[in-house]
């Protein structure tokens, strides 16, 4: 199923919108990356709050959007991983390491904002 | 309620489909969404692994029963290459396909209970159970 991406602003956001196969997740990688040259944007966000599941192979590409779009100029905020979906990743043992995340979209797209204005401090 | 459902495994929408069917069958049994999400989590990573290293196999989801507890068992089947080395693929972050390699001591924490069966060129069978509390 394909993910919807809509500019706001400096931002682009990402609903995922039900169970994603890995060629979706893949394809959704692909296509920010190119929509943060083509719009310049500075910030994503993926709300993955739709999702019931977070494998192994979709938290890794969850951190390689991260990663590229980054790479592109623009920070990336995982929004609205479930409370049980979180604890499975945590049993599983996967980690999202150095990639933002935030309890739903008003958060994600605040902490971009904050980010914006205050010259990428993740303090935050 | 069927007691036995299989979803043969040859596409990465077929995952989808084995861990769909397997929270369906959990949330019938009246695992909490906390457990199903687990089963479902452990679903899409032994289903996986059918598809990275055998191409292709079958994910069997079943109801079972002892004593006076009841659960889910998946059992997941492939006849493909095997596991060499199954010690090391229990350790966390070993692989050979370029993955974390989190797939099965990840899935043993998921689940009750954890069997591996494999030889090589024949195959591999992964067991894992849960028991309803």
Same mark, same amino acid.
């Given at each position: 199923?394909?993910?919807? &991406?809509?500019?706001?602003?400096? %931002?682009?956001?990402?609903?995922?919108?039900?169970?994603?196969?890995? !060629?979706?997740?893949?394809?959704?990688?692909?296509?920010? !990356?190119?929509?943060?040259? %083509?719009?310049?944007?500075?910030?994503?966000?993926?709300?993955?709050?739709?999702?019931?599941? &977070?494998?192994?192979?979709?938290?890794?590409?969850?951190?390689? &959007?991260?990663?590229?779009?980054?790479?592109?100029?623009?920070?990336?905020?995982?929004?609205? &991983?479930?409370?049980?979906?979180?604890? !499975?990743?945590?049993?599983?043992?996967?980690?999202?390491?150095?990639?933002?995340?935030?309890?739903?979209?008003?958060?994600?797209? !605040?902490?971009?904002?904050?980010?914006?204005?205050?010259?990428? %401090?993740?303090?935050? | 309620?069927?007691?036995?459902?299989?979803?043969?495994?040859?596409?990465? *929408?077929?995952?989808?489909?084995?861990?769909?069917?397997?929270?369906?069958?959990?949330? =019938? *049994? #009246?695992?909490?969404?906390?457990?199903?999400?687990?089963?479902?989590?452990?679903?899409?990573?032994?289903?996986?692994?059918?598809?990275?290293?055998?191409?292709?196999?079958?994910?069997?989801?079943?109801?079972?029963? =002892?004593?006076?507890?009841?659960? $889910? =068992?998946?059992?997941?089947?492939?006849?493909?290459? #095997?596991?060499?080395? $199954?010690?090391?693929?229990?350790?966390?972050?070993?692989?050979?396909?370029?993955?974390?390699?989190?797939?099965?001591? #990840?899935?043993?924490?998921?689940?009750?209970?954890?069997?591996?069966?494999?030889?090589?060129?024949?195959?591999?069978?992964?067991?894992?159970?849960?028991?309803?509390?």
């Amino acid at each position: 199923m394909h993910v919807p &991406i809509l500019k706001q602003g400096p %931002n682009l956001i990402a609903t995922v919108q039900a169970a994603l196969t890995d !060629a979706d997740l893949v394809e959704l990688r692909d296509e920010l !990356a190119a929509k943060v040259g %083509n719009l310049r944007s500075r910030g994503v966000v993926v709300d993955v709050t739709a999702l019931d599941v &977070i494998d192994s192979f979709a938290l890794r590409t969850l951190r390689s &959007i991260a990663y590229t779009t980054r790479l592109r100029g623009a920070e990336t905020v995982i929004v609205g &991983i479930q409370p049980n979906v979180a604890f !499975a990743m945590v049993q599983l043992g996967m980690k999202l390491e150095d990639v933002a995340t935030a309890l739903d979209l008003e958060e994600g797209l !605040a902490l971009l904002n904050r980010e914006l204005r205050g010259g990428g %401090n993740h303090g935050g | 309620m069927a007691d036995e459902t299989r979803v043969p495994i040859a596409s990465e *929408l077929d995952i989808v489909t084995a861990r769909q069917q397997g929270r369906g069958l959990a949330a =019938q *049994l #009246g695992f909490p969404l906390g457990d199903q999400t687990l089963i479902a989590t452990a679903i899409s990573e032994v289903a996986r692994n059918i598809l990275q290293y055998a191409r292709r196999g079958e994910v069997r989801l079943e109801l079972i029963q =002892q004593g006076r507890l009841r659960g $889910i =068992q998946v059992v997941a089947r492939d006849d493909g290459p #095997g596991i060499a080395d $199954i010690a090391k693929a229990m350790q966390d972050g070993y692989s050979t396909s370029g993955g974390l390699g989190l797939g099965l001591p #990840g899935c043993r924490r998921l689940m009750d209970e954890f069997d591996v069966d494999t030889s090589v060129g024949k195959g591999t069978v992964v067991t894992l159970k849960k028991w309803v509390r």
